[in-house]
């Protein structure tokens, strides 16, 4: 048998693993890689069947005490930007819609609105951007709500619009369903990290990518019908979630100012 030189096998070890790497990363499962298993060193659920990972993901981030969730949602027409931190109790964060962007912030069953004067003077009685002039508040107590957490009244319409966005269970639990019949689409990678892919509807239900390192949380959500695309980060990282200070705050009572 003749021997190879040792820079050739150097060459030759080098260029294995490189492709080995790689296999893992796409799931083609080259001969010799890690004894052919590309779930190799993952935490197994890319061998699971789509809807198996459906729900062991649901359930890691249900269990899971925070995330921070970022990207689009489009809801009834309208296209809101999220960066929202959550936990059970609560979340805070911001909301971009149509170019304005507000605050929100919910300590238990308490909502907090925060927002710029001119949101202020542009909201109608629905807290939607009054720009066909009707609605708004005037412009003496816009001034006085500039920058200032106004509480929102639980039976006023923008509770229940906004406080979704600070609700981590429900939130959570209607983006991560995925529509139609689900199937596996692959490993993929997401902000470094090792995902495998699922989806409904042979991809016009959604895509979600799981993590295949450590828990397997959702990472990356691309929602059915083009209505948004998310991303999840930070699980488990607890965060500070108080009541602000009462000089930062203004009480309307049972409903928010509309005129």
């Given at each position: 048998?003749?021997?190879?030189?040792?820079?050739?096998?150097?060459?030759?070890?080098?260029?294995?693993?490189?492709?080995?790497?790689?296999?893992?990363?796409?799931?083609?499962?080259?001969?010799?890689?890690?004894?052919?298993?590309?779930?190799?060193?993952?935490?197994?659920?890319?061998?699971?069947?789509?809807?198996?990972?459906?729900?062991?993901?649901?359930?890691?981030?249900?269990?899971?005490?925070?995330?921070?969730?970022?990207?689009d949602v489009v809801s009834n027409g309208r296209t809101?930007?999220?960066?929202?931190?959550?936990?059970?109790?609560?979340?805070?964060?911001?909301?971009?819609?149509?170019?304005?962007?507000?605050?929100?912030?919910?300590?238990?069953?308490?909502?907090?609105?925060?927002?710029?004067?001119?949101?202020?003077?542009?909201?109608?009685?629905?807290?939607?951007?009054?720009?066909?002039?009707?609605?708004?508040?005037?412009?003496?107590?816009?001034?006085?709500?500039?920058?200032?957490?106004?509480?929102?009244?639980?039976?006023?319409?923008?509770?229940?619009?906004?406080?979704?966005?600070?609700?981590?269970?429900?939130?959570?639990?209607?983006?991560?369903?995925?529509?139609g019949a689900l199937a596996a689409d692959g490993r993929?990678?997401?902000?470094?990290?090792?995902?495998?892919?699922?989806?409904?509807?042979?991809?016009?239900?959604?895509?979600?990518?799981?993590?295949?390192?450590?828990?397997?949380?959702?990472?990356?959500?691309?929602?059915?019908?083009?209505?948004?695309?998310?991303?999840?980060?930070?699980?488990?990282?607890?965060?500070?979630?108080?009541?602000?200070?009462?000089?930062?705050?203004?009480?309307?009572?049972?409903?928010?100012?509309?005129?």
């Amino acid at each position: 048998m003749t021997a190879i030189p040792q820079g050739r096998r150097t060459r030759r070890a080098t260029l294995t693993s490189a492709l080995c790497a790689l296999a893992v990363v796409t799931g083609t499962g080259l001969t010799g890689c890690s004894g052919d298993d590309p779930d190799a060193g993952t935490n197994g659920v890319g061998k699971l069947p789509a809807d198996q990972v459906q729900a062991r993901t649901k359930a890691a981030a249900a269990s899971a005490g925070a995330v921070h969730l970022a990207g689009d949602v489009v809801s009834n027409g309208r296209t809101y930007r999220l960066d929202m931190r959550l936990k059970s109790d609560g979340g805070t964060g911001s909301v971009t819609s149509q170019g304005v962007t507000f605050g929100l912030l919910r300590v238990g069953a308490q909502l907090y609105l925060k927002a710029d004067a001119q949101f202020w003077s542009n909201a109608d009685d629905d807290g939607k951007d009054g720009k066909d002039g009707k609605g708004g508040t005037n412009g003496g107590a816009a001034g006085k709500l500039d920058g200032k957490y106004v509480k929102v009244p639980q039976r006023d319409p923008a509770y229940k619009r906004f406080s979704g966005f600070t609700d981590k269970g429900v939130l959570l639990d209607s983006l991560l369903t995925l529509h139609g019949a689900l199937a596996a689409d692959g490993r993929h990678e997401q902000s470094g990290v090792r995902t495998i892919r699922i989806t409904g509807g042979q991809g016009t239900g959604g895509t979600l990518d799981v993590s295949l390192e450590g828990t397997p949380y959702p990472l990356r959500l691309a929602r059915a019908g083009d209505a948004g695309t998310l991303t999840f980060t930070e699980w488990g990282k607890d965060f500070p979630l108080a009541e602000p200070d009462a000089d930062d705050t203004v009480d309307y009572g049972k409903q928010l100012p509309t005129s």
